[in-house]
């Protein structure tokens, strides 16, 4: 007896905070999904627009895909980790109000999906291509993971290959099969912004096998004035980014030894990404305060995990371009990050 064959497919949880101007295109996408779907909308203390009555017109229209929570508001952390606490489905990914899924390739996903199911030994963690939106532009950039990834077969992290620039594994491309992130621990943190790189972190030790399906799934909506990329907002943010990457570097021990070395290489790397953009966000704020704090991350890292200090100081290059020395080294470092926004168009 298969023991998932009561279970729906997928768990899609959808964080909304006075999201009524646009979630319902993001709700509408992930119906395509039929009964293979469970949406868990959190309404996070929406109090300015109509989002609360939305989501409730939304549950009775579909009673038996959608499920709502209302909850005094928690931040982008405490809505994931209501979502995932009520969640029932097999896998389970987040989407944000303002994002949607691609029709067609949630089609190809869920097939996969159930594929797994049936085998009665789902996979891990499933990744697929998103896509930055830019509104403004009217541009869309795909982010692939060829060449990183074995494609359309089940592998380990022993198969994996490198991963370029801009090849992390974030979370508009994971699909984590729920108990992982159950038995990972995972505990987001509230009312703090940019946790989602605490989720896919945090549980990829618990992860044994993987898959990747190479469609353009996760359509990344980017350009809003107010979203929590924009660099203004980042900048504002700060003490919220730091947060995020002090508990990256306390929450999880990279593994090492025989059969893990690759897996230890990818967080290296990705603990690297988020320490220079903490260090690069901290030189455009340009205030004394905010370089105390970079140098405050990196004492805290070197009290924390000397090993670990060592490696991201003097072995990754982005890390070593975000913290360049001296004032002529700061005026560098941000001439680097502008060359890269340009070229990979991320905020």
Request: proline letters at 4%.
């Amino acid at each position: 007896m298969n023991p998932y064959e009561n279970q729906k497919t997928i768990t899609f949880v959808v964080p909304c905070y006075n999201s009524a101007e646009y979630m319902d295109h993001c709700i509408t996408s992930l119906l395509t999904g039929s009964n293979d779907v469970e949406i868990i909308i959190v309404d996070d203390g929406s109090t300015k627009d109509a989002t609360p009555e939305k989501a409730d017109e939304w549950q009775a229209a579909h009673p038996d895909l959608i499920k709502v929570i209302h909850q005094e508001n928690k931040g982008h952390g405490g809505a994931v980790m209501a979502g995932l606490r009520a969640a029932t489905g097999v896998y389970l990914a987040v989407i944000d109000s303002d994002d949607w899924l691609d029709r067609d390739a949630l089609s190809l996903m869920l097939s996969k999906l159930r594929r797994f199911i049936d085998s009665g030994s789902p996979v891990d963690l499933v990744i697929a291509n998103y896509v930055y939106e830019h509104t403004y532009t009217g541009t869309r950039k795909v982010i692939r993971y060829n060449g990183a990834m074995p494609k359309n077969r089940v592998f380990t992290w022993n198969e994996t290959g490198f991963f370029g620039p801009g090849q992390n594994i974030l979370m508009h491309a994971t699909i984590y099969r729920t108990q992982v992130l159950r038995d990972s621990g995972l505990d987001l943190p509230e009312h703090t912004f940019y946790v989602d790189n605490i989720f896919v972190y945090v549980p990829l030790p618990h992860v044994k096998t993987l898959y990747y399906l190479p469609v353009d799934l996760y359509r990344y909506f980017i350009g809003r004035d107010d979203q929590s990329v924009n660099e203004s907002v980042q900048i504002r943010r700060l003490d919220q980014q730091m947060r995020v990457t002090r508990i990256m570097v306390e929450s999880v021990k990279l593994p090492d030894g025989a059969g893990n070395l690759k897996l230890a290489a990818y967080m290296t790397g990705y603990l690297g990404l988020i320490v220079a953009a903490s260090s690069i966000f901290c030189l455009l704020a340009g205030t004394p305060e905010a370089l105390a704090q970079r140098r405050q991350m990196w004492d805290h890292i070197d009290a924390t995990d000397r090993q670990l200090k060592v490696k991201l100081g003097f072995f990754q290059p982005l890390v070593l371009a975000a913290n360049l020395p001296g004032r002529i080294g700061r005026k560098v470092s941000l001439g680097l990050y502008r060359t890269a926004q340009k070229l990979y168009r991320f905020s």
